[in-house]
Every structure is written in structure tokens, then in C-alpha cells.
Nanobody
Framework: QVQLVESGGGLVQPGGSLRLSCAASESIANIYLMGWYRQATGSQRELVAAMASTESTYYAESVKDRFSISRDNAKNTVDLQMNNLKPEDTAVYYC???????????????WGQGTQVTVSS
């Protein structure tokens, strides 16, 4: 099981930016899909963005053109750049390693502990 530690969350005003970072305890080079989920209070956890080792990406419709995921296999990190943040982006954001995509459904792998992102004026 990969150990994941997220950082970079915080309080930001609407329209602002944050960059989340996830550090893995072991090499991610052979992990096909790495990604970020989020869970708002009272809502189910949802996949926000994922990146394959081939560098292909997936974004939830709600964050397309605002969020950008990147991974550095040499440093074993996965980052999420979030721009033009909206109050509805407020959630706990979780890094995930080893996401599977089967028959049109994403299945989560190993979880980090999460980092809170609050978008408010």
C-alpha cells in the first residue's frame, strides 16, 4: 500500500489559486493512474482529476479549464494546480494512487489523509 501525504490546502478567496501537492512513499513510475478526489460536506467523494503514466488526463466537467494535474515520477509527486477557484470547490481533497478504470467506472486505490480547501470571501 502506497503512503500518500497531501499539502497545500488552505483558505482562498473566490477567483484565487492554490496548488496541492501529494508525496508518495514509494515510486509512482509504475502506477498507471494517479489522481485527486474531493469530498464536500454532505456529498459523496468524487474524482476531480487523474493522470496516467502515459500522461493522458481526465478532469471532471466542473473543473475543466480551471484545474491542471501533473505528476513527477522522479520525485514521486502528484500536483493539482487550481485556478479561478469557486465556493463550490470547497472540500477535503484526497490524493489517490492506483486508480482503476474499468467498464467506464473509476475505482479508487490508496488514499492520503486529505487536505482542506476552503473558498470563501
Amino acid at each position: 500500500q502506497v503512503q500518500l501525504v497531501e499539502s497545500g490546502g488552505g483558505l482562498v478567496q473566490p477567483g484565487g489559486s492554490l496548488r496541492l501537492s501529494c508525496a508518495a512513499s514509494e515510486s509512482i513510475a509504475n502506477i498507471y493512474l494517479m489522481g485527486w478526489y474531493r469530498q464536500a460536506t454532505g456529498s459523496q467523494r468524487e474524482l476531480v482529476a487523474a493522470m496516467a503514466s502515459t500522461e493522458s488526463t481526465y478532469y471532471a466537467e466542473s473543473v475543466k479549464d480551471r484545474f491542471s494535474i501533473s505528476r513527477d515520477n522522479a520525485k514521486n509527486t502528484v500536483d493539482l494546480q487550481m485556478n479561478n477557484l469557486k465556493p463550490e470547490d470547497t472540500a477535503v481533497y484526497y490524493c489517490n494512487a492506483g486508480i482503476r478504470f474499468e467498464h467506464g467506472v473509476f475505482y479508487a486505490g490508496d488514499w492520503g489523509q486529505g487536505t482542506q480547501v476552503t473558498v470563501s470571501s
